[in-house]
């Protein structure tokens, strides 16, 4: 009878499918009508999800809205959010590597204009920025005038506030995202440059509610799979 319950419980295990939220972060994470793609999901995909197999354990992306991501982490419904900064405020456990790194800069069809003169940078300009997620001091601490929008399909909806004279200049932490934007939206994206806000990449982790079982598993595998992927500009 106790092994019975044995392998009833190990059966339960594995069965379980231990979710991990992600958001739109395309090129590396592309959600389109609720299907994941690019390149981190290809490897969280091919390589995570069969090393965690052999451990007994299932493994899934699924994308959600950034706040909603955060409060299905503190409520203990994803085992952890794929892609996220440290914040020594909130105590999580973080995976011990980083998944990758943001490179934080200001797109703009008018980008010598709003940043040409040093002592007033950005004063006035009105910039676009994820909803739930704060762009870095360069910006965060001027006098320019953020305006929060929903992170599902970013790239997309700045450039349309672009266009339309909404916004002056779209914050994003990962330019080649806007040169994903301009392959499938080469009309939005016309004369639209970048530029790095800060020469420090902002490293992105796992974060997890605690230290679990899952936690200590997905860093071993991590070591493994993260050597794989490989990132543009």
Request: net charge positive; proline share 4%; glycine share 4%.
């Amino acid at each position: 009878m106790s092994l019975f319950i044995l392998m009833f419980l190990q059966f339960n295990i594995m069965a379980k499918n231990h979710v991990f939220a992600v958001i739109d972060a395309s090129p590396y994470v592309i959600v389109e009508e609720s299907k994941l793609s690019g390149v981190v999901v290809d490897n969280f995909n091919n390589c995570i999800v069969p090393l965690m197999n052999k451990k007994g354990l299932k493994v899934e992306l699924r994308s959600y809205p950034f706040k909603r991501a955060i409060n299905y982490l503190k409520k203990g419904e994803v085992e952890g959010i794929y892609l996220y900064i440290k914040d020594r405020s909130l105590k999580y456990a973080y995976s011990t590597k980083s998944v990758f790194s943001l490179k934080p800069s200001i797109c703009s069809d008018q980008l010598e204009k709003i940043t040409s003169k040093k002592t007033s940078q950005y004063e006035g300009v009105r910039f676009s920025h994820f909803h739930g997620e704060y762009p870095v001091k360069e910006l965060f601490n001027s006098k320019a005038k953020p305006l929060s929008i929903s992170s599902d399909n970013y790239a997309y909806q700045a450039l349309r506030m672009l266009k339309a004279n909404r916004i002056n200049a779209i914050y994003h932490p990962l330019p080649a995202a806007m040169e994903y934007e301009k392959k499938k939206h080469d009309d939005l994206y016309y004369d639209v440059k970048c530029k790095r806000l800060t020469n420090k990449d902002i490293p992105l982790h796992v974060a997890f509610q605690k230290q679990t079982k899952i936690y200590k598993q997905m860093n071993s595998v991590l070591d493994k799979c993260l050597p794989k992927i490989t990132f543009g500009k």
